[in-house]
């Protein structure tokens, strides 16, 4: 194994294998620990996760910190956004469903030209005794009022990027790659990768 993906989000690890393809990666054990995410900021948090996971594993390991920032709602849910509607971790299936529904609620009376927001995605990869990077990645568009798509994950079925009229749950993979804030970020990583764990 060349690197270790440190997320328990499966829509995450569909991208970033996608993503990453070409560099070996392997996913997380069943005894990884829990990172707490009690970091301030995206970069702060990715680092958090990739040095835990690295500590464990000993591997080069790899994290993504991501998250909606909305205009209307002063930037929230932002670092909170796997966990804004209060429910937590893998066992919660309709989590992603209840966090969506949470946003449009709070949008309901926000009209359209104030409806902006952006993902952010932040990229971090921590080698054992060796360097640590962090970068950082954007998608801005909008939010529209009732969900479409069955693709991506989280709130991807209430997101319109800028310069298209679909959702980034009705695009392609390889459409939502080319333009997603995890796209860029982690295509970023990968110009770096090579020679941080060689
Ligand atoms: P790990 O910490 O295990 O990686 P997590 O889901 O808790 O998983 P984050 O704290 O980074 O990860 O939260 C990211 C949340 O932001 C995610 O659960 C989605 O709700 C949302 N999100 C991030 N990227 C997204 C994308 O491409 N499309 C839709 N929603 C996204």
């Known amino acids: 194994t060349a690197l270790v993906l440190a997320t328990r989000n499966q829509g995450k690890v569909t991208e970033l294998r996608r993503i990453l393809s070409g560099i070996e990666v392997a996913g997380l054990g069943p005894d990884a620990p829990e990172v707490p995410e009690t970091e301030p900021t995206f970069e702060g948090n990715a680092l958090l996760k990739a040095r835990a996971i690295a500590a464990h594993t000993g591997l080069p390991s790899v994290a993504d910190d991501s998250g909606l920032c909305v205009d209307a709602l002063n930037g929230m849910p932002g670092i909170l956004s796997a966990r804004w509607s209060g429910r937590f971790g893998d066992a919660a299936p309709d989590k992603d469903r209840a966090n969506l ?98």
């Open 101 to 198: 529904n949470l946003l449009l609620d709070q949008l309901a009376d926000v009209a359209e030209p104030r409806r902006g927001a952006y993902f952010v995605c932040a990229a971090a990869l921590v080698v054992p005794g060796g360097a640590e990077h962090v970068v950082e990645g954007r998608m801005y568009g909008r939010i529209i009022d009732a969900p479409r798509g069955t693709g991506g994950f989280g709130y991807d079925p209430v997101f319109v990027p800028d310069g298209d009229d679909r959702t980034t749950s009705e695009l392609s993979p390889d459409e939502k790659d080319a333009i997603s804030h995890r796209g860029v970020a982690f295509r970023k990583l990968a110009e770096i990768i090579p020679a941080a764990i060689s």
